[in-house]
């Protein structure tokens, strides 16, 4: 006698030994994908620390609350590493081997992302908007650049654009640069040197160390070689310092800042002595009227967060959440790393709800955009004074 199997038990047999050779995703559940985020919670950036990643939860949470990406909720874990690039790699290997996470996101600081790169290409993880504008996060002549996904224009290309702007405010310019000591300065000096050869001209450079609280030598300096024009490629509480240490001694150049210094906290921080200061930004200010910008208020507002909290940072971490849930929907119910490095591939002109000037990449490019707008401030508020720049 012959037995026959039937088609529907042929069919789940097929999908059993299917399953069963293929290896789980870390990170990735039928309800939740864990992702990780590696911040300073505890050293010289610490305020940001804590504002990057609430704002990102914003929009997870909101992403979530609408029944999450396929099904799955989205949960962050976070690790310090107090802007320590050796702590980085510590945080970034538990993050890894421990915590199973699917993906890296947000990891803050130029220098403690570079410290991660050969953990990227051995782990094939992928780390998505990394918190730092270095040109270096695209370069694909560094280890593991295919796992990187930057949303932010370069330090070098903004410091051509600000060398450029200065020249075009007065012929007669002498420019300077006030820099980071670190991978974050060598990549603002890497533009400088660009700008300088375009313009046949040497810009004057001083140097601070991360940290630094005392700018008063370097302001020195800086007046000494009459620079009329000062780039800052500093964050927060660098620039507000620089400027109140000029406006003590007398010395008003026109200071112009990289992006990180582009946070409302420096136009209240430094008074009349940052009156007029003008910073590059790779995306639209959180209190404009762009879609994305109305969002994050309401959902903000409705968080009952502390609104000291409201500003540049926080945002920052709430408009790079929209481009890894664009990537996760487009990596579809199947979800895998490589998946994801596809997904984000294909993203062309993604503007965050009219937030960005348009992220693009493809298989050989990792940039997302190139253009900035400037804004000044003007009586302790900010204002965009520009269109988008390349």
């Not at 504008?133 to 370069?154: A, C, E, V």
């Not at 313009?199 to 800086?222: C, I, P, S, W, Y």
């Not at 209190?287 to 994050?296: F, H, Q, R, T």
């Not at 000044?376 to 520009?386: F, H, M, V």
Request: hydrophobic share 40%; aromatic share 8%.
């Amino acid at each position: 006698m012959k037995f026959r199997t039937p088609v529907s038990s042929i069919l789940l047999m097929a999908l059993f030994i299917g399953c069963a050779g293929r290896e789980p995703t870390p990170g990735v559940t039928d309800t939740e994908i864990l992702i990780g985020n590696i911040q300073d919670l505890s050293g010289p950036m610490k305020e940001l620390g804590m504002a990057l990643p609430h704002g990102a939860n914003l929009y997870f949470n909101y992403i979530n609350d609408k029944g999450g990406i396929h099904g799955r909720q989205i949960r962050m874990t976070m690790e310090d590493h107090q802007y320590n690039p050796q702590k980085a790699v510590a945080a970034a290997k538990k993050l890894i081997e421990q915590d199973q996470v699917f993906c890296l996101y947000q990891v803050i600081g130029t220098s403690p992302c570079e410290a991660i790169r050969s953990l990227l290409e051995e782990n094939e993880i992928p780390l998505i908007a990394p918190a730092t504008q270095s040109g270096t996060m695209s370069d694909r002549s560094r280890t593991g650049w295919k796992y990187i996904f930057h949303t932010d224009t370069g330090y070098d290309k903004q410091a051509n654009i600000l060398v450029d702007y200065a020249y075009e405010q007065n012929a007669e310019a002498k420019v300077a640069v006030l820099y980071q000591d670190d991978d974050y300065g060598a990549n603002v000096l890497k533009g400088i040197a660009e700008a300088e050869a375009r313009h046949g001209v040497t810009v004057q450079k001083e140097a601070f160390q991360r940290g630094a609280t005392d700018f008063a030598g370097q302001v020195m300096n800086l007046n000494k070689g009459g620079a009329t024009h000062v780039i800052i490629g500093g964050v927060v509480r660098e620039p507000i310092i620089a400027m109140k240490t000029a406006a003590a001694m007398g010395y008003a150049p026109q200071f112009l800042g990289i992006s990180p210094t582009m946070d409302h906290r420096v136009a209240l921080g430094s008074g009349e002595a940052g009156e007029g200061f003008i910073a590059a930004n790779f995306a639209q200010l959180y209190n404009s009227d762009v879609e994305g910008a109305k969002l994050y208020r309401k959902l903000f507002a409705a968080s009952g967060t502390d609104p000291k909290v409201m500003g540049m940072y926080n945002f920052y971490g709430f408009m790079t959440a929209m481009i890894l849930v664009e990537g996760l929907e487009r990596a579809g119910k199947r979800l895998t790393r490589d998946g994801l490095i596809k997904a984000m591939e294909g993203i062309k002109d993604f503007d965050g709800k009219g937030v960005f000037p348009g992220i693009s990449y493809g298989p050989n490019d990792r940039a997302g955009t190139d253009a900035v707008v400037l804004v000044i401030n003007e009586g302790g508020k900010q204002r965009i004074i520009s269109d988008w720049i390349e």
